[in-house]
C-alpha cells in the first residue's frame, strides 16, 4: 500500500472519530488540569495567576498543619470503591458460575442484562422506597414484630446501594470468562494431585482472570465516582468527591477548586488503569464490551 | 444438598436480591396510596395521570430525540474508526486507543464537568455551544464514540481476514469488498453497539446533568429532581413503563439473536 | 532422543509382569441412554504397553476416565496396583495421564507445567528441579523451561504434557489419542519415541486410539472395543493374523470377507466354487472367510490344483511400494496386495487392466469366523 492511498483510506476512517475525540474528550480533559490553577474571580468566572491553591485547599495542606477534610472525603469514596467492589466479586463470582452450569443460560443472562439496562436513577431511587422509615423494610420488620430500622439516610444504605448498582457490571464481563473456561484443565490438575480446592486455584481461577479485572474496574471506577447514590441515598450527609465536585461545579461556582478536585479523582483512576494496562492489555478491554 | 444445588439456591437469592427493589417499584405503580408502602387495592390511576401530565412528555420527547440523534451520529463515526484502526497502523495509533479508552473509564462526574467546562470556554471565546439539547447531543456521541468504537473493533479482529482476500482474489476492489464483504459481517456488531449507545445515552443522567440547558431536561433529569422532591405513585408508573420498554427492547434483541 | 532402535518388527514378547490394573464387569450409562460401556473385564500387566483401540463411541475413552477416576462406573470393579479404587478421587490414584487436548496451563511456563504434579506433592525444590530437568530430557525438550504452551509447537506441546505426567513416576500412564493432532511424519516419529520411552522406563501404558496402525505398531496387546464392549484382546498379530469377527477384520487393516457354508470337515462352498480350508468344521456350517489382500496370489497360469479362482483386473491402485488390485470374479469384488519389488517372478507380476488372472487363496490364510 503505498502512502497516498494509505492516506486516502486513513483521513475518511479515522479523521472524523479522532477528531471528535481531540475536540469533545482530549480538550476537555486537558481544560480541567489547566482550570484547576487558576481562581475564581468576582464575576464567578475564572482568571489568574497560575496558582497551586487550589490543590493545597484540597489535600488541606496550610500552615496550621494538615486539614484532611477533603482527603477524608477522598478517602470515604475510595473506601466505598473497594468495600463495594470487594463485596459485588464474593456476591458475582459465584453467581457467574451459577449461569454458565446452569440449562438455562440464556434465561438467566436475560435476567442479570435487565437490570443492568434498566436506568440506573431508577435502581438507586427504589432503595428509597425501600429504607425510608415508612418504607418496605420496616413494614417487613414490623410485621415479623421487629423494631423498625432507620437506613434511610445513611452510610449503610449508600453501601447498599452503590453494590446493587454496579453488581450486574461486575457480573457480565467475568460471566464472558467463565462461560469460556476449559474444565479439562482442571481434570489434569486433579490427575496431578491437586485436591479440589487447589485445582480450582491453579487450574480455573487464572481462566477467569481477564474477565474478573474487567468487572473490577467496571465496578470500582463509578462506585468512587458516584454522587448520585450518595446524594439519594444519603440526603446530602454523605459526601464523597463527587458530590464535592458537583456542588463546586454548581452551587459554589468554584470551578477552579472543582476542577482540582476533579483531576484528583481522575489521576486515581488513571493510574489504576495504565497498570492494569501494562498487565492485561487489550484482552481485558474487549472482555467487557 | 449437593454442591449444584448449593449453587442453584445461591443464585436464585442472587437473582431476587437484583430484582428486589424493581419489583417493589412496579408493585407500588399498580397500589392504590399516595405514600407509604401498606397495599390498599390496585389502580391504574397513576398511569392515568402520568399520561395526562403533559409536563412531562417534551422530556420523553428530548430523551428519544437525544438518544436517536447520538446514536445515529457516533455508530456512523465509531464504526469508521474501528474500521480505520483496524486497517491501518500508523505513528498516533496507539494514543488514539489510548484516548478512546477514557470516555469508558473515567468517572461520569469527571466527564461531565470536563465538557461543561468545556462549552464555558467556548462561549466565552467564540460565542457557541450554549447550554441546550444540541450539548447534550454532543456530550452523549463523546462517551458513545468509544463504546461503539470498541464493539466494532473487536468485530472486526473476529473476522477471518481470508474472506476479503478470497474476495479480492475473485475481483472485488476495494470499497467493493467492503460493501459486499466487511459490513454484512460486521453489520450484526454495528448493530450490537447502536443499541449499546442508544440504551447508554437514554440511561445517562450524570453528563445530561451537567451540560442540559434550558428546555433540554431528559427522563433521568426528570426523575432525579422529582425524587428528591419527594417519591411518588406517578414517579412509580413513569419507572415501570421504562422498564417495559427495556424489557421488551431486550426480548426482541433476544429474539433476533436466536434467529441468526 | 536417539533414535536407536527404529524397528521392532513383530513384538513377540509377553510382558509376564503383575497384573497392575484389573477391570472386573464394569458398566457405564449416560443420561441421554447411550450405554457408554456393557460389562468390560480387563486385566493389564505391569510394564505392558496396551492399547484400547475402536471406532468412536466405542467406549475406549470412557473406560480410560473411569480408571483415571473422572468418572464413576454404574457397576464393576476397578483396581490398581491390588488396591479397589471405589471412592477414590484422580487425585489419590497412582496413575497420570496424557490428555487428548493436552491440557496444559496457559498462565505458567514449561518448567511449572511439568513441576505441578510434583509441587502438590510438596517436594522440596532441589528434587523439583533434578526430576523436572530428567523428565525434560527425555522427551527431548530441554531449553523450554521458559515458554508459555503458547509459544510452543503442537509436538512440542505434547511432549511437554507426557513429560508433565511422567515426572510424578505413576504407576500406569494413561494416554489419550496423544498424537491426534500432529501431522503425519510428526506422528510417525513419536510413535517410535514412546514406543522406546515405555519398554525404557518399564512403565505400563494404557494407550487409547482409533487408529488401528498406530496401535499395531505400538502395541504388546490390544483390545478392540465396539460398542461398549471389548470384541476381541490379544496380540497384535493374533488379532490381524486371526481375527475373531468381521468387525475386527474390517477395522484392522483391509480385510477381503467370503461368506461360506460348510460341505465337508474342512472343505466350504462359497460364491466362487469350493474352497479347502485348515480348520475343521461341521457340516452345514454357516461361516465367514477372512483373508488379507496381501496373502492373495495372483498368477498368469493355474500352478495349483485347488483354491484356484478366474478373474478380471477391474482396477489397480498405485500407492508407491504396492499395486492394489481390484479384482472381479463373477460380480464377487476381492482385494489383492502386491509388492512393486521389479522382481520378475511368478507371484510378482505386474498386471493390466482387464486383463484375466487366476487367483490363489492359500488355505493356511482362510481365517474362518464364526458369523
Known sequence: MNKLSRLKGILPTIGPGALWLVIFTLVPTLLIFYTSFLQRDPHGWLSGPFTLENYRRFFGISESGIDALYLKILGRSILLGVVATMVSVVIGYPFAFFVARSQHKNLLLLLVVLPFWTNFLIRVYAWIVIFQRKGVLNAILHSLGFEPVFLYPSWTAVYIGTIYTYLPFLILPLYASVEKIDWTLLEAAYDLGAGKLRGFWHAIFPQTLPGLVAGIMLVFIPAVGTFVISDLLGAGKTILVGNVIQQQFGSSRDWAFGSAAAFVLMAAVMAGLWIYARRAGEIGMEELV | ?260 | MEQRRLFKGKRTRTPGGDIIVRLEGVRKRFDNDTSALNGVNLEVRSGEFFSLLGPSGCGKTTLLRILAGFEKPDAGRVEIAGLDMNGVPPYRRPLNMVFQNYALFPHLNVFDNIAFGLRMKRLPDIEVRSRVDWAMELVDILGLEKRKPQELSGGQRQRVALARALVNEPEVLLLDEPLGALDYKLRKQLQVELMNLQEDLGLTFIYVTHDQEEALVMSDRIAVMRDGSIEQLGLPEELYERPSSRFVAQFLGTSNLIPAQAVGEKEVDTAFGRLRISKKLKKGDRVTLSIRPEKVRLSRTASLQYNLVDARVDDIIYTGAENQYLLDINGFELVAYTLNSDIQEPGFEEFDYDEKIVVHLPEENLVVIHE
Open chain 2, 1 to 260: 444438598m449437593s454442591s449444584k444445588r448449593w449453587l442453584t439456591l445461591y443464585g436464585i437469592l442472587v437473582l431476587l436480591f437484583l430484582y428486589l427493589p424493581i419489583a417493589v417499584i412496579v408493585v407500588l405503580s399498580f397500589n392504590d396510596s399516595k405514600y407509604g408502602v401498606v397495599w390498599h387495592g390496585f389502580t391504574l390511576k397513576w398511569y392515568k395521570q402520568l399520561l395526562e401530565h403533559t409536563r412531562i412528555h417534551p422530556y420523553v420527547w428530548n430523551s428519544a430525540i437525544v438518544a436517536t440523534t447520538s446514536t445515529l451520529a457516533s455508530t456512523i463515526l465509531g464504526t469508521l474508526l474501528a474500521l480505520g484502526l483496524h486497517r491501518y497502523r500508523f505513528s498516533a495509533r496507539n494514543a488514539l486507543l489510548f484516548l478512546l479508552y477514557v470516555p469508558v473509564v473515567i468517572p461520569d462526574v469527571v466527564m461531565g464537568v470536563s465538557l461543561l467546562l468545556f462549552f464555558a470556554w467556548a462561549q466565552r471565546t467564540i460565542n457557541a455551544l450554549h447550554l441546550g439539547i444540541g450539548t447534550v447531543i454532543i456530550s452523549h456521541i463523546s462517551f458513545q464514540i468509544a463504546y461503539v468504537t470498541l464493539v466494532v473493533k473487536s468485530r472486526l479482529t473476529g473476522l477471518d481476514p481470508g474472506l476479503e482476500e478470497a474476495a479480492a482474489d475473485l475481483g472485488a476492489s476495494g470499497w467493493v469488498r467492503f460493501w459486499k464483504v466487511t459490513f454484512p459481517l460486521i453489520a450484526p456488531g454495528i448493530a450490537a453497539a447502536a443499541l449499546l449507545a442508544f440504551t447508554l445515552s437514554l440511561d445517562d443522567f450524570v453528563i445530561t446533568f451537567f451540560t442540559a440547558g434550558p428546555g433540554a431536561t431528559t427522563l433521568p433529569i426528570y426523575i432525579f429532581s422529582s425524587v428528591k422532591r419527594g417519591v411518588t405513585p406517578e414517579i412509580h408508573a413513569l419507572s415501570t413503563l421504562m422498564i417495559l420498554v427495556t424489557t421488551l427492547a431486550l426480548i426482541a434483541v433476544q429474539r433476533v439473536q436466536m434467529r441468526r
